[in-house]
């Protein structure tokens, strides 16, 4: 069974870059079938879908997150990471890698709380 564990600072100051890594056991990140996501949560809101990493390594962002957003991952680990720079606390939110079958997810990490906060 896929299982994904997100790892990373529950701590941020404002205007520093978050990053997490998800790790992944049961399935190869490399897959040809599958495609890898971030999704966060800010408190008391809904779900937001920030990006995907493709098994060929290729990215796609949510357009309002593009330009501080970037996924990259480590095939020797079966990591994928994210990185969302120039945070404020509006970035506050629990943040989860998935398994991306479009139109959905279908594996969820349980989730981490990053806090952005001086």
């Known amino acids: 069974q896929v299982q994904l564990q997100e790892s990373g600072p529950g701590l941020v100051k404002p205007s520093q870059t978050l990053s997490l890594t998800c790790t992944v056991s049961?399935?190869?990140?490399?897959?040809?079938?599958?495609?890898w996501s971030w999704i966060r949560q800010p408190p008391g809101k809904g779900l937001e879908w920030m990006g995907v990493?493709?098994?060929?390594?290729?990215?796609y962002y949510s357009p309002s997150l593009k330009s501080r957003t970037s996924v990259s991952r480590d095939t020797s680990k079966n990591q994928f990471s994210l990185q969302l720079s120039s945070v404020t606390p509006e970035d506050t939110a629990v943040y989860y890698c998935?398994?991306?079958?479009?139109?959905?997810?279908?594996?969820w990490g349980k989730g981490t709380l990053v806090t952005v906060s001086s």
């Open positions: 998935a398994r991306d079958v479009r139109p959905g997810m279908d594996y």
């Open positions: 049961g399935g190869s990140i490399t897959s040809i079938f599958y495609a």
């Open positions: 990493i493709r098994s060929d390594g290729s990215t």
